[in-house]
C-alpha cells in the first residue's frame, strides 16, 4: 500500500480509541511480523535510577517476504524463509501495568503492537541537540549522550524492516 492510502485507511479507523487497530494496519499493511515476549532476566534499564521499571520484553520485527503469507507455525519461526530481515529490541512496559500483573494478572495484558510502535518515536530525532530538547535530556549529560546512542542505533535497524515512507507513516500513528 502507498503512503498516502495507508494514511488515509489510519484515518478511517478514526480518532485514537482504536489504536489497537491502527498498529495492526500499519503492520499489516507493511508486512511485518510483530512479536512480543516477557525477556528473561528482567532487569533494569540504564535509565531506571530508582530501581522502579516496568517488566522488560523482547520485541521481533520481521518484514515478511512479498507474496508470502504466514501459517500460525511459521509465525514462530523468525529464521523462515517466509521472512526478510529481522531485528530484536528490548522495550519495558510501564510501571502501572508490572504493578498489576502483581496485583491481580487477570486483568493484565502484555503491551501491543501499536503500545511498542508508538514508543519508536524518540529514535527519529536528527541531533543530539534536537533530541535532548524535545525529551528533556540535560546536554551535558554523557548517560543522556549514551542513551541517544543506542536510540540512533535502533533507528538504524528500524530502516532495515521499515522503508522510508513507511517510518514517515509510523511518526503519523504516534
Avoid at 528473561?40 to 515478511?64: E, M
Wanted: aromatic letters at 14%; charged letters at 35%; glycine letters at 6%.
Amino acid at each position: 500500500m502507498k503512503t498516502n492510502a495507508l494514511i488515509k485507511a489510519l484515518e478511517k479507523l478514526g480518532d485514537e480509541s482504536k489504536y489497537k487497530e491502527h498498529g495492526e494496519l500499519f503492520l499489516k499493511e507493511c508486512h511485518v511480523h510483530f512479536e512480543i515476549v516477557e525477556a528473561v532476566p528482567q532487569d533494569a534499564p540504564r535509565w531506571a535510577k530508582d530501581g522502579k521499571h516496568g517488566i522488560k520484553y523482547s520485541v521481533l520485527l520481521a518484514k515478511i517476504k512479498e507474496g508470502n503469507t504466514l501459517t500460525e507455525f511459521e509465525k514462530y519461526r523468525p529464521s523462515s524463509p517466509f521472512f526478510g530481515e529481522a531485528i530484536r529490541f528490548d522495550y519495558w512496559g510501564s510501571l502501572h501495568d508490572k504493578e498489576l500483573k502483581e496485583t491481580n494478572p487477570y486483568k493484565f495484558k502484555k503491551p501491543r503492537a501499536y503500545d511498542v510502535l508508538t514508543g519508536l518515536e524518540a529514535w527519529h530525532q536528527d541531533t543530539f541537540e534536537d533530541w535532548c530538547f524535545s525529551y528533556g535530556y540535560d546536554e551535558d549529560s554523557r548517560e543522556a549522550y549514551a542513551t541517544y546512542k543506542e536510540c540512533k542505533a535502533l533507528g538504524q535497524k528500524l530502516a532495515k524492516v521499515f522503508t522510508s515512507e513507511e517510518l514517515e507513516v509510523l511518526s503519523y500513528i504516534n
